[in-house]
């Protein structure tokens, strides 16, 4: 009897610590938003260390983005953004992503032209889609997180783009993207 209350209060005392941990990471983005992020942050780790990038990837020193629709906005807006910047890059990195839903599936489309600012010629351009499984599973977290979060209203929204990425969007622009566009001007 003993050890099944030990094992039941240590099991309560991790899952506290976790959760108590891993709060701010959980709560401030959706759960398709973290889920796209670790998908795509993966795979440009795999792409840099397979060598599949030009060289002249290392010296981007903006990117613009383009969201092609509301569903894509959010995940950027809500998503770090895996391509670092080099302030004495000379190229400019455009980036349009979109979705694609299925019913069992969610997939990430994703288009890449790096341009030289100089000449503004596309140099080189490639696309990639990241097929998410078993949607059904995400709007299970996604319900569970809201009522979650509902207990935790201090949690904010969470945002990572880039200062010098801009965001088009015709609907649901994050205020703070538009502020720093604006104060980049």
Do not use: C
């Amino acid at each position: 009897m003993r050890s099944i209350l030990a094992i039941l209060l240590l099991s309560i005392g991790t899952f506290s610590a976790s959760f108590l941990l891993l709060k701010n990471d959980l709560f401030d983005k959706d759960i398709e938003s973290l889920v796209v992020e670790k998908v795509w942050q993966k795979d440009m780790d795999l792409l840099i260390e397979k060598k599949q990038l030009p060289a002249s990837w290392k010296m981007i020193r903006e990117i613009r983005v383009t969201a092609l629709s509301p569903k894509a906005a959010r995940w950027l807006r809500n998503s770090k953004i895996p391509v670092h910047l080099n302030p004495k890059g000379i190229y400019q990195l455009e980036l349009t992503v979109d979705h694609n839903e299925e019913p069992d599936s969610i997939a990430v489309i994703t288009s890449y032209n790096l341009i030289d600012l100089k000449s503004k010629n596309t140099l080189w351009e490639f696309g990639r889609t990241y097929n998410i499984p078993n949607k059904k599973w995400l709007n299970r977290a996604e319900k569970w997180l809201a009522v979650a979060r509902s207990f935790f209203p201090e949690s904010r929204e969470y945002s990572s783009v880039a200062p010098d990425a801009k965001i088009e969007d015709t609907e649901n622009i994050n205020p703070e993207v538009v502020d720093a566009e604006k104060k980049a001007d």
